[in-house]
């Protein structure tokens, strides 16, 4: 194996803590392998893949408010289709009452009892 791979700077993937020896390895110690190990399965993996199907949920929830054409759809019409507010993947802050949520590619702004201007980003149109 070349040399110069050996000296490539390498930090382990858990805890970050600069590793040498094999050009493959990973991790600094078997604790933080399996640490990391753990993290992608087991209940941490679960409560990621609880969110992650909100997120989902949420997605399709707004995709058929922008199908059905209804400019600015009542909040209690969409928790009743299995939308839930409080799960977002982007939030920006532009002014008070024009604030912009994101969930994936799609964008829309809020009232109290409304979501309005249901649109594809348009950077990832
Ligand atoms: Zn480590």
Not at 53 to 61: M, S
Request: glycine letters at 6%; aromatic letters at 8%.
């Amino acid at each position: 194996m070349n040399d110069q791979l050996h000296k490539e700077e390498r930090v382990c993937l858990n805890c970050g803590t600069p590793i040498t020896g094999r050009v493959d390895k990973r991790f600094c110690s078997i604790r933080c392998k399996n640490e990391w190990n753990n993290s992608m399965s087991g209940p941490e993996k679960r409560r990621r893949n609880s969110v992650f199907n909100i997120l989902i949920k949420n997605y399709h929830v707004l995709e058929m408010a922008m199908e059905s054409g209804e400019r600015a759809p009542e909040l209690t019409v969409l928790a009743a289709a299995g939308f839930r507010e409080e799960y977002v993947t982007g939030f920006r802050r532009i002014r008070r009452g024009r604030d912009e949520y994101r969930c994936f590619d799609i964008c829309y702004n809020k009232t109290e009892a409304r979501l309005y201007n249901i649109r594809r980003a348009p950077e990832m149109a």
